[in-house]
């Protein structure tokens, strides 16, 4: 705790350490994100690239499959005929 008020201390007094970096060490690190960034990019666009068609052809090869099995499917209309036995309970009669 004395630390944090000896540095809150410092900074009311405007008495705060700039760090200053040497410009070897900022060109570098501005080097090295910028060659990171890139290379993200890179891979990102290549993953994009190859995916993609993979998609596009399962999509296809399912909504193929589906439409051909929808076909082998269609019932006749005496398919949709449902036979059955009523039997109808009247409840004014029961009491």
């Not at 993200?40 to 993953?47: G, I, P, R």
């Not at 690239?49 to 296809?60: D, E, K, R, S």
Request: charged share 25%; no cysteine.
């Amino acid at each position: 705790m004395s630390k944090d008020r000896e540095t809150l201390e410092r900074i009311r007094n405007d008495q705060a350490a700039l760090r200053v970096f040497p410009p070897w060490a900022v060109i570098l690190s501005a080097g090295l994100a910028l060659v990171t960034g890139i290379a993200l990019f890179f891979l990102s666009a290549s993953l994009i690239l190859i995916a993609t068609p993979i998609i596009a052809i399962v999509f296809l090869y399912m909504r193929w499959k589906l439409r051909k099995s929808f076909r082998n499917t269609r019932y006749k209309s005496t398919d949709a005929i449902i036979d059955a036995d009523y039997t109808i309970i009247d409840e004014s009669r029961e009491r």
